[in-house]
């Protein structure tokens, strides 16, 4: 039977009013549950993960998408290694603030609570549904899942492992809610519940975060949407811009750290070219290069891992889910600068150069959520960073800005030791 939007909101409520206060134990059972049931349910989540990767096949979608709905033995190994993340992190996020004194009379404090209701909406990446079953829920927030329908017969899988540990830890079962219904009228009926759902989380492509900002006046906190570039200045060593365009693309060319445009003053253009091509040639690196139509690429060989295309109008401010980027040259950081402010993100912005005032003025003109300096965009990541695990990488302002931790999906309740103290 359909379940309707009202019916699924009352559970969740229910179950976030119902679940123990931050800091019970069963929190740390739940995540040494979940770890449990994700290994014990393998052989039935990996089933369904092939049909949905079998149907998706036969519809024609493109292999890069594909590959994100795919779960492998090494996806289980980081589903794993989450859920032990997150128990360690708990004790150090939920502790109690330290006391401030209120003037001569008593003592103010903050004590962590959940945000309450999140709703995360995301495109078919299986590996989602695991976050947001675990980091939430693990500071006693309740959550509604909604993944892409090509990945409804794995997600369907991992719900029945979620409610599995759920319920062996001593949480209600309504915590974690996938919903399976693929209609759009049911979450546009959640959509439109401030009153029932606390927090938005969206993550995904660009149209995706906007039709939530639009259709919902529930708080949000917008993730995805990697429009991002690297900017190689003159002083840059171009060895070192080759392999961080390569690490910035060629591992995850679909993911929101991802480089779509490569920005090259125009005196070294030629030689980061050159740089960047053999790079490719000595890892075996597939890319195609997008070239504007002031630069031109030598031809590619037969057994030449990369190729090159013209770069067209329509390639600026475009995330290309795939091994391919744009290049074009710049006269300078202030052009460069203001490129990425016409078609960037906001998401994940480089630089590579060694003259560290050009990277100083970079970081003062440029906005986004992380800038790297010297490296690969991939980096702007809560665990790489030692920042904790995250669910997500927000590019809002409020809030939370950059890796969204266990921290940020907390808020806290002000408790004033008075000691009998009256306000005249």
């Keep these: 039977m359909t379940e309707t939007s009202d019916l699924i909101l009352r559970r969740a409520r229910a179950a976030f009013d119902s679940a123990p206060p931050l800091g019970d134990p069963a929190y740390v059972r739940y995540c040494q549950?979940?770890?449990?049931?994700?290994?014990?349910?393998?052989?039935?989540?990996?089933?369904a993960n092939q049909a949905d990767i079998a149907r998706a096949e036969m519809r024609g979608i493109p292999p890069t998408l594909v590959n994100r709905l795919r779960l492998t033995d090494e996806h289980l190994d980081r589903m794993v290694e989450l859920t032990g993340a997150v128990e360690r992190e708990l004790g150090v996020v939920l502790a109690d603030g330290e006391g401030i004194p209120a003037g001569?009379?008593?003592?103010?404090?903050?004590?962590?609570?959940?945000l309450g209701v999140a709703l995360m909406i995301y495109e078919a990446r299986p590996t989602v549904t695991v976050d947001g079953a675990l980091l939430p829920v693990a500071v006693g927030n309740a959550v509604l899942l909604r993944g892409g329908k090509e990945s409804a017969a794995t997600d369907a899988a991992l719900a029945t492992a979620i409610e599995a540990a759920l319920t062996a830890a001593g949480l209600p079962a309504g915590l974690v809610t996938v919903m399976e219904d693929p209609d759009r009228s049911l979450m546009k009926a959640v959509l439109a519940r401030p009153d029932q759902v606390d927090v938005l989380i969206p993550r995904g492509s660009p149209s995706l975060i906007e039709y939530c900002r639009t259709a919902s006046s529930i708080p949000l906190i917008a993730s995805g949407g990697g429009v991002n570039h690297l900017y190689v200045h003159r002083s840059a060593d171009l060895a070192l811009a080759a392999r961080a365009t390569l690490n910035s693309k060629v591992p995850e060319p679909a993911g929101c750290t991802s480089v779509e445009m490569v920005l090259v003053d125009q005196e070294v253009a030629a030689d980061y070219l050159a740089a960047l091509l053999a790079?490719?040639?000595r890892q075996e690196a597939p890319l195609t290069i997008r070239l504007d139509s002031s630069m031109a690429g030598p031809p590619a060989?037969?057994?030449?891992?990369?190729?090159?295309?013209?770069?067209?109008?329509?390639?600026?401010?475009?995330?290309?889910?795939?091994?391919?980027i744009g290049l074009r040259p710049v006269p300078g950081l202030a052009e460069a600068a203001e490129h990425i402010r016409a078609y960037g993100s906001r998401h994940t912005e480089g630089i590579l150069a060694q003259d560290s005032e050009v990277s100083?003025?970079?970081a003062r003109l440029v906005d986004a959520a992380m800038i790297v300096v010297n490296g690969s965009l991939r980096l702007h990541d809560g665990p790489k960073l030692g920042l904790g695990s995250e669910i997500s990488i927000a590019t809002g302002r409020l809030h939370v800005r950059g890796p969204v931790t266990l921290g940020a999906l907390v808020t806290s309740t002000w408790v004033v030791e008075a000691n009998g103290e009256l306000r005249g």
């Design 279 to 281: 790079e490719c040639e």
């Design 33 to 47: 549950e979940l770890c449990l049931r994700l290994k014990e349910h393998w052989p039935a989540i990996q089933a």
């Design 360 to 362: 100083r003025q970079f």
């Design 104 to 114: 001569d009379w008593g003592v103010v404090r903050r004590v962590p609570k959940p």
């Design 301 to 324: 060989r037969g057994d030449s891992p990369w190729r090159t295309e013209p770069l067209e109008p329509h390639d600026l401010g475009r995330e290309f889910l795939d091994p391919v």
